[in-house]
């Protein structure tokens, strides 16, 4: 996107046309002129007596849209109608006949200029009022990240300060392509990602070579933006992403800026992050601390004061980015007196030197820039300058909101009603919604919100719609409406933008929830709440979709009880689970929590295949906290409930659930059964299956599993076979959770065929997804898989605290499925080191623990470990029972390498 042009601002007869204001004023009185009208009358004053082709005004005043020539002439004989001009004897624009229109007005010097926006440069070409160093400052960060040295600098100050006019006149001048992405105020978590996938799209718009580069580099960030995609790409993709770990958007938005940057420098520009996403905080970060180059200054700012009285995420960030000078802060303050003068002689040039006017305004505004233009407007709207130091007081309100208040109750009534509703509706609101809530006409409330627009002070037209000039504008009209009003105005922009999100426009469903719950539908709101935490999980955004099912289930009270309830809380509480386990782990207490309420939900609910998928992310809560009859029963849940089009889907979901669950209590040959039903139906599915609905990816989980049943069997090569097609599967994949199961199972399997050299490898993989990737679940398992390497290769004592430590680590995410295992691996540490007590103890208790959950997989090993002791004690009639018993618990499960082993070590005992 290029650079925006800085505003024009010019005088040609009577007129003054201001481009920053949108308006054209004729004798200090507003001229009324559509919006198109007006780009166009900018679009030929810009180039004063050229000739400017019907096709590049086309392309200026539409933005590349598809219209028709009669358009054009349309609005050229609005302009012209606006000016009194007569196209056959023009005195401001002539036309080229066939090829287009020149403008030929004659410029003349201004006595008082229209408001610029506050302590902005009325001439275009100095810094504003005040900011010169500022621009400095950015001016080098800028030279910087040409050079390829990113840079993140923040401007940082209070509402109305004047962070928005610097951010502009930067963005005019600074020579380089701009993206603009703008937090929005929301209620509740925000849209992940949302001011970087405005950016995105609007370069993308520009520029269509980054649509290939987010294909090959960012397929995850394509998924986001649907209309670059065909239909059939966006299934392919989906399809492909299944199960995305969120750090994946974050390495692959690092990649995109790294690779886009090396073709032309970036200016990123992200307005109001007070109010930004976790989502997108996290990205800042990401970007932040990489060090590989890129030509990128992301331009920052927030309201500091807001970020401390919210505790908001940037907030703790802010401070380790500058104290590791990472990131710079620009911190913007209000005007000093001699600058307030600057600002007043620019906007009123016969206040030029008034001393008492300027100290009396500074007094009291505090010199802020947002006030002092308010002030102003207020005082030249009641007649002018005079006498002001001896006045101010008595008629101007001592704040920004009294003032704006007072501007307000002059407006006509209808006026008044469309600003209360549009301030209802956010910041940005879509006039279609106003319309909707007044009850009036869309065509005449467009219309008169577009001459709001011109005024230039309340206003502004976007892309999408309009929005307020300034938040704290916003603000004061919200805050002279009602309780009741407010929520009979949400309850009607709700209704509103649901018939336009029918209609295939962007509607934000964290947006839609916010107003159904303050316009009192709760039932509509928790509904858009569950839609808004199935989007953020899409975006792999686990953070904002556990805020959203917060939200949503906290109001749930509010809602009548009834089906329709019980259905929605299904939703939220499975969305809730996913979420947490996405945080977390599958086994930790608030996913335990969620999925827990969901199973009980389903026994109130009849069988579908929905609430079937909600149960498979409870079967691995369960199994991961050791409930393998509870697993079982789930199972059962799960292919009872398999129908429609996911009927083999859910069939191999509890395929995979029955294996999991028999492989921990011992029962390998129902394992290997099951297992080997549930890979075939994965082979008959083939790309047909729905991926996107597991957990884990269940051809990598089923083969793991499946190569760690075969092994105590005595199949050792089929065994080896399945967990090495496992790991290079999950290789293949774009998500690390199947990665770390079969690192996680190849290295028990390596563990148990005693190779020291092979497991470290399966360590090390564990290693990278846990300190790179924030994999919290693969630090266990890497913990004590390094802690027994370390034992075989002669460092005992480091190895019992790895094994400790890995134990610990799994008891605090509350996963007991095979800790009896690692609990057996610390007993043969705790022998190499010669502490025999304390390893009779510690397979006492993993016996004990095996008892509780039924899980039987590691008691013969147990036994074998705990005979072993009791020989080389001495303790004879000890050790024959426990060979016994460890045999006969190996023949019972048809364990050969089991028995094999009992035997071997029964052998090597002196007689």
Known sequence: MAPPRPPLSLRFDDFVLEEGQSRLLRADSAVALPPKALALLCALARRPGQLVRKDALLDEAWGHRHVSESVLKTTISQLRAALGD??????????????????????????????????????GGDAPIGRGAAVERLQRALEAALGGQRRIVWLAGEAGVGKTTLV????????????????????????????????????????PALVSLLRSVAPTWLLQLPWL???????????????????????????????YTQ?????????????????TVRLLEHLARRRTPARLLWLGSFRSAELEAENHPLKG????????????????????????????????????????????????????????????????????LEDLPLRIADRVPDTLAGVVERQFERLPAAQQAMLEAAAVHGVEFRPDAVAAALQADRHETHAALEALARRGQWLRETPAGFEFRHALVRHAVLQRIGAAGRSRLHARIAGALERLREAGAAVAAAELASHHE??????????????????????????????????????????PEGL?????????????????????????????????????????????????????????????????AAAHTLAGHIERSSAGPDATALQISACNLRGLTFAQQGD????????????????????????????????????????????????????????????AMAQQLPEPTPLMLALWCGGMLEQRLGRAARVREHVRGLQRLALDLGLAAAEGPALWLAGWAEVQEGDPRRGLALIAEGIAHHRRSSRLAGLTHVMGCAAEAMLAVGDTAAAVAQIEQALDLGRQLGEQASTADLLLLRARTAAAEGRHGDAARDFDAAAAEASARQARRIEAAVASARRALPH
């Open 317 to 384: 960030l802010r401070h380790e980015l500058r104290l590791h000078r990472l990131a710079e802060e620009l911190a913007l303050e209000p005007f000093s007196e001699p600058e307030l003068a600057a600002y007043l002689e620019r906007r009123v040039p016969r206040a030029a030197g008034a001393q008492a006017l300027v100290h009396a305004l500074h007094a009291h505004t505090g010199g802020l820039p947002l006030f002092v233009a308010n002030v102003v407007d207020e005082l030249l709207a009641q007649g002018g």
């Open 564 to 628: 329709p309830r019980l259905e929605l809380e299904l939703a939220l509480v499975g969305q809730r689970g996913l979420a947490c386990s996405m945080l977390e782990t599958f086994s930790a207490d608030a996913a335990r929590q969620a999925f827990e309420r969901a199973l009980q939900l389903c026994g109130q609910l009849p069988h579908t295949p929905q609430r079937a998928w909600v149960l498979s992310g409870l079967g691995w809560v369960l199994y991961s906290r050791g409930d393998y």
């Open 168 to 207: 502009e006149h930067f963005a005019a001048r600074c020579g380089v392509r701009v993206a603009l992405g703008q937090c929005v105020q929301q209620f509740g978590a925000g849209e992940p990602y949302l001011p970087m996938l405005e950016a995105l799209a609007a370069l993308c718009r520009s520029d």
């Open 263 to 279: 073709q032309a420098p970036l200016v990123l520009v992200t307005e109001d992050l007070h109010w930004s996403d976790h989502a």
């Open 668 to 727: 390998w040959r129902s394992a290997h059964r099951i297992l080997e039903r549930g890979l075939a139906l994965c082979a008959e599915q083939g790309d047909a299956l729905p991926l996107a609905r597991f957990v884990i990816d269940p051809r990598v989980s089923m083969r793991a599993v499946l190569g760690l049943a075969l092994l105590p069997l005595g199949v050792d090569e089929a065994a080896s076979a399945l967990c090495d097609e496992a790991l």
């Open 86 to 123: 007569d196209a056959k004897h023009p005195r401001y624009i002539e036309t080229a006949s066939r090829h287009g229109y020149r403008f030929i007005g004659v410029p003349a010097a201004a006595a008082i200029v229209p408001a610029p926006a506050p302590g902005a440069d009325a001439s």
């Open 518 to 559: 303050r316009g009192q539908q709760p039932l509509a709101a928790l509904r858009c709440y569950g839609d808004a935490a199935r989007a953020a999980l899409g975006r792999f955004a686990p953070t904002e979709a556990a805020q959203l099912t917060e939200r949503a289930l906290a109001l749930l009270p509010q809602a």
């Open 229 to 259: 995609c065909t239909e059939g790409e966006r299934a392919a993709l989906q399809q492909q992403l299944a199960g995305v770990h969120p750090d994946r958007m974050l390495r692959e938005a690092g990649e995109l800026l790294d690779r």
